[in-house]
């Protein structure tokens, strides 16, 4: 697809870049038969090849309009289109940058705006959503049911190990995941001490900068990437072997660090060292002896889910079952192969009904085989999915970590 830029981008390290991903889009038109609100809408504006288009546009013209906002907006950034194109087409590099220059191009009325913000501001900090979060569950029965469901139950704790061992690694602790599911990393925690591996929580790492970046903040995510850099560096040259993700979601941002800060001259190599050691925590289990743990497989049937981060972006779609089935859990059949389950994030907010038809349908494949239980490898998912399943919908870690598992039966 060939573009003509227009003079205000033409300069610019955006426009160029835009250009040159958009030059490999052929118009086949297999991204359609993947792209999850395409098929909800049969609006090809509504798909990957109708937003390149809009893009394009925006290119060319150095104008966005209001229907240019609204389908960039409903992209969930699944990235299945990805895996489906022939041609290798970086869709999701594409859209950040469209979002970015839409933004620039078409301001936003004051209340999205603010609803955005809010989010950017909220999520991004750890000890304020933690704040957040600790008042929204004592307000739970006052909340309508539709914010009711929404907030996650309040988990209790088990102490994490205290045994130092030569092998250390860094563990992302996360921002959502922290606050509402404080019992994954726990459970990274016990399992890998297990192994003979020790995790280091950086304490001021914060945010992988993926809320900032993907809602067009892209310095704010870039000074979240800085600083979650100069927080690991001393550990990293002390020995730190990889910095694990327990949220597909960061650590589908973590394996960015280095290309989204390739033009900074005081961090590109840093950046690129980070991200070469960056690792989903299921990555790192395929390579250590798992017959060490004690695990409880006695839970019923388990339905995975696998996250589009952990499927498109780190490329892992069979990593869950690999891990489950090779621990002796007994594996739900899914209906149908699962699209996005329209958590993505914050699109379960800011698109409230596109996402819950989402949701339905991954429910409805997910629970076919009658599992007793979800797992699946993000937080956002974990949340989403949880709140309208009739069976508890766990990360996939706990259920190798003994004293978590065996609080999953018989449910």
Known sequence: MHVELHPKFVNTH??????????????????????????????????????????????????????????????????????????????????????????????????????????????????????????????????????????????????????????????????????????????????????????????????????????????????????????????????????????????AMLVDYGRLLADDANYAEKALHVSQLSRDIGEILLDEDLSRLTIDTQVGKVAIHNPCTLQHALQQPDLIATLLKQTGFDIAITTEKLLCCGSAGTYSVLQPTISERLREKTLCSLESDQPSIIATANIGCQLHLGAAAGIPVVHWIELLDASCSSSHRGN
């Open 14 to 251: 955006s426009g160029r870049h835009a250009k040159a991903i958009t030059s490999a889009c052929v118009h086949c038109g297999l991204c359609l038969t993947t792209c999850p609100t395409y098929l909800d809408s049969r609006d090809e504006r509504d798909s990957p090849r109708g937003r390149i288009y809009l893009i394009k546009n925006l290119l060319e013209t150095g104008e966005a309009s209001s229907q240019t906002q609204l389908h960039l907006d409903r992209c969930l950034t699944c990235r299945s289109c990805e895996t489906t194109c022939p041609s290798g087409m970086q869709y999701g590099e594409l859209v950040d940058i469209g979002r970015e220059l839409m933004e620039q191009t078409a301001p936003r009325p004051v209340v999205p705006k603010t609803l955005r913000w809010l989010l950017r501001s909220i999520l991004s900090r750890p000890r304020l959503l933690r704040t957040g979060l600790v008042f929204a569950q004592r307000l739970s029965p006052l909340l309508p049911a539709r914010l009711r469901h929404k907030v996650p139950r309040r988990q209790s704790q088990k102490a994490r190990p205290t045994q130092k061992h030569a092998r250390k690694m860094l563990i992302l602790e996360g921002c959502v995941q922290g606050a509402a599911t404080p019992n994954t990393n726990d459970a990274v925690c016990r399992v890998l001490d297990k192994l003979g591996i020790s995790l280091i929580g950086a304490s001021k790492a914060g945010c992988c900068g993926a809320v900032n970046y993907h809602l067009a903040a892209h310095a704010d995510g870039l000074d979240n990437m800085r600083r979650n850099i100069d927080a690991w560096w001393p550990h990293l040259q002390n020995g730190a072997e990889a910095i694990i993700s327990s949220a597909s979601g960061c650590g």
